[in-house]
């Protein structure tokens, strides 16, 4: 029993993990999103807390690295230079254990704060603030199974249009650049 402990130990600090980082792209939120810039940054700030304070709370664990992935995605979809998503991602991509972190919510509150902005994002109407809400609403659920209103509305979205497809945040291909984009040119050759 000592042995797996110290093994435990060794491996966490020497990063004995496998950190696949999220892919982003261009990410799958334009201005067209009905979410004010500072609102967006401070909920991918949020979501990036909870990651961190997950993988810092459970060691790395493969379920807490694979649940981590999908916030820490997203929150680079809404935030593409967050601070606290990006500075995770580098840490765990080069082996290291974030230090878990001051969050300003407890995981219930988040998921109530999560809940109400996807049912005002479902009012708003648009392509991008209906897939954030069916994201949102899924996301409330996990964090806090206790909240009915969260629990029930994911299982309606569940039923009617399947579970979020989480690859379509975490594993996006960036777009080849034009070959003229690259060089600087306008386009045109001789």
Same mark, same amino acid.
């Given at each position: 029993?000592?042995?797996g402990i110290?093994f435990?130990?060794a491996?966490?600090?020497?990063g004995?993990?496998a950190?696949?980082?999220?892919?982003?792209g261009?990410?799958?939120?334009?201005?067209?999103?009905?979410? /004010? #810039?500072?609102? @967006?940054?401070?909920? *991918?700030?949020n %979501?990036?807390t909870?990651?961190? $304070?997950?993988? +810092?709370?459970e060691?790395a664990?493969?379920?807490? /690295? #694979?649940?981590a @992935?999908?916030?820490? *995605?997203?929150? %680079?979809?809404?935030?593409?230079? $967050?601070?606290? +998503?990006?500075?995770?991602n580098?840490?765990?991509?080069k082996?290291m254990v974030p230090e878990?972190?001051?969050?300003?919510?407890?995981?219930?509150v988040?998921?109530?704060?999560?809940?109400?902005?996807a049912?005002?994002?479902?009012?708003?109407?648009?392509g991008?603030?209906?897939?954030?809400?069916?994201?949102?609403?899924?996301l409330?659920?996990?964090l806090?199974?206790?909240?009915?209103?969260?629990?029930y509305?994911?299982?309606v979205?569940?039923?009617?249009?399947?579970?979020?497809?989480?690859?379509?945040?975490t594993?996006?291909?960036?777009?080849?650049?034009?070959a003229?984009?690259?060089?600087?040119?306008s386009?045109?050759?001789?």
């Amino acid at each position: 029993m000592v042995l797996g402990i110290a093994f435990a130990a060794a491996q966490e600090k020497s990063g004995n993990f496998a950190w696949k980082a999220p892919e982003v792209g261009a990410g799958a939120f334009t201005d067209a999103l009905g979410m /004010l #810039d500072r609102e @967006r940054e401070e909920y *991918a700030t949020n %979501l990036a807390t909870y990651a961190v $304070n997950l993988i +810092a709370r459970e060691r790395a664990s493969a379920a807490s /690295l #694979d649940e981590a @992935r999908r916030y820490l *995605a997203l929150s %680079l979809h809404l935030a593409p230079r $967050n601070r606290r +998503a990006i500075v995770a991602n580098f840490q765990l991509s080069k082996g290291m254990v974030p230090e878990a972190v001051e969050s300003d919510y407890s995981p219930e509150v988040l998921a109530r704060l999560l809940f109400t902005r996807a049912q005002m994002l479902k009012q708003q109407g648009g392509g991008e603030d209906q897939l954030l809400a069916r994201v949102f609403i899924e996301l409330s659920a996990a964090l806090d199974p206790r909240n009915e209103d969260a629990v029930y509305a994911a299982e309606v979205q569940r039923l009617d249009h399947g579970r979020v497809n989480w690859s379509d945040f975490t594993d996006v291909k960036r777009e080849p650049r034009e070959a003229a984009h690259e060089d600087g040119d306008s386009g045109s050759r001789p």
